[in-house]
Structures are given as C-alpha cells and as structure tokens.
C-alpha cells in the first residue's frame, strides 16, 4: 500500500527587486503557515509569483523521495543589496509537510540524490517540527531549482500515520524582502516624501543613501527624510513635490 499525496501551493515570491528570507522568519512566527492559509513570506515580500513543486503523487511506507521546488526568475536580473549595490539575487523555501514526513538521514539518501542536492544545508522550522523544513537565502543562479529528500513515515512503526491522501504546502521567495521582519523597511523599496513642498536640500551620505529637507508647504517647518543606500532619487533641489 501506499501514501498519497497532494499538493497545495502557496507561492509567496519576489520577483525582480528584492532581507528576508524563510529561516529568517522562524525568530518571529510560530508556524510559517497563518491560518488563512498564507505563507508568512507574504509579510516581508510584498509581491507573489509562482514557484513549482513536484513529488510523487503516491509513496511507499518508509521510503525516501524527492520534493523539487523550482523558482524560476531572469537570471540576468539584479537585487538592492544591504549596502545599496547592485547583486544577484538569492532564493530560499519552505517546505510544509504532512505530520510524519521529515527529512531523509543522509545514510538513507542515493548518490543520485545527493548529485542533485549539492551543498545545500536544509534545517527543521522548529526542533518540534521536523515536518517543517527551511532552506535559505542560497545562490540563486545555481539553485532555482532546490531538490529536498523527504522520508516518508512508516504506519507500522507509527500508529498515528495512516494510508490517505495528505496536502503539501509550500512556499518560495526571490531576492530581499521589503519590509524586515521586524516591521521596518528594508532598502529595497519605495521611500515617499513625508511632506508636501520645496526640496530645501540634498545631502548625499558619505556611505550612501541622502538626507532631504523639505519645507513643508502647510506651515514652513524643515522636514527632514533619511533615505538609505539602494533607492534611485528621483527629485531634485528646488523641486516642488506633493504627497500621493
């Protein structure tokens, strides 16, 4: 007899700019998957596009097989780094797996599979839940495609497993996230005035990034934005600009 199993996939990607990434994620959620069924990727990467996955549609008891996760993206591509320069972007998974499934024991993993998993290191989301599994941010360019060794359980050794069909979620980004996971904004993303009136002035940072001031139009107070390294200023001294 066998195991089946179907897939559910939530894809919570980043596209083309993109720091978070899903081993980040685990300082701050309990679960990666909220109960609205979103993966917690979405709260740091604000755009979604489609990842793949392929596994078996049925597996034997105590065997180990393939989980492919595919991220495809533009390879030609670059990302706002942390420093404000221009790099290749990363990629990163999770993979959530039915009660029972874990990790394969290097020992129980082919030759042919390990070709395929290369150097990558995956880690449980948390020690209680080997069924959860991370990898990332890993080198984009060599691991769109990421292969994971799942064993599958044994409903002989353990009762609680039975013979039916069991859903996979997962969920997969591309480069730097917007938002960190602790609320604030990353350098890859859109900085807005947070006044309306005159661009007083610009100061260029010595490690990158601007300090603008603005007198505000209401009642001529000097608002000062910080932007970080990364973002294209897109105004200039003299500038009158409005608030969207």
């Not at 081993?23 to 979405?42: H, K, L, M």
């Not at 996760?69 to 670059?78: G, S, T």
């Not at 990421?146 to 039916?164: C, G």
Request: hydrophobic letters at 35%.
């Amino acid at each position: 007899r066998s195991i089946s199993v179907s897939l559910m996939i939530y894809i919570i990607t980043r596209t083309y700019i993109s720091n978070a990434y899903p081993i980040f994620a685990q300082q701050g959620y309990e679960n990666p998957r909220e109960a609205t069924g979103r993966i917690v990727c979405a709260n740091c990467h604000l755009a979604n596009k489609l990842v793949d996955i392929e596994v078996p549609q049925a597996v034997l008891p105590d065997t180990v097989f393939e989980a492919v996760v595919r991220i495809p993206y533009d390879m030609q591509l670059k990302q706002v780094l942390a420093n404000g320069k221009k790099g290749a972007l990363n990629v990163g998974a999770v993979l959530i797996l039915p009660e029972g499934f874990e990790l394969a024991p290097t020992d129980r993993i082919s030759p042919e599979m390990k070709e395929k998993i290369g150097n990558l290191s995956f880690q449980s989301y948390r020690p209680t839940k080997k069924n959860i599994l991370v990898i990332g941010p890993v080198p984009g360019q060599k691991y769109s495609e990421i292969t994971f060794p799942i064993l599958s359980p044994d409903p002989a050794t353990k009762k609680d497993v039975h013979f039916l069909k069991y859903p996979i979620y997962v969920g997969g980004n591309r480069g730097r996230g917007q938002i960190y996971p602790d609320g604030s904004k990353s350098n890859n993303t859109v900085y807005n005035a947070t006044a309306a009136g005159i661009v007083n002035k610009i100061i260029r940072k010595e490690k990158g990034g601007y300090e603008i001031t603005i007198a505000d139009a209401s009642d001529g107070r000097q608002v000062v934005d910080i932007i970080p390294p990364g973002p294209e200023l897109l105004v200039s001294e003299g500038e009158c600009i409005k608030l969207d």
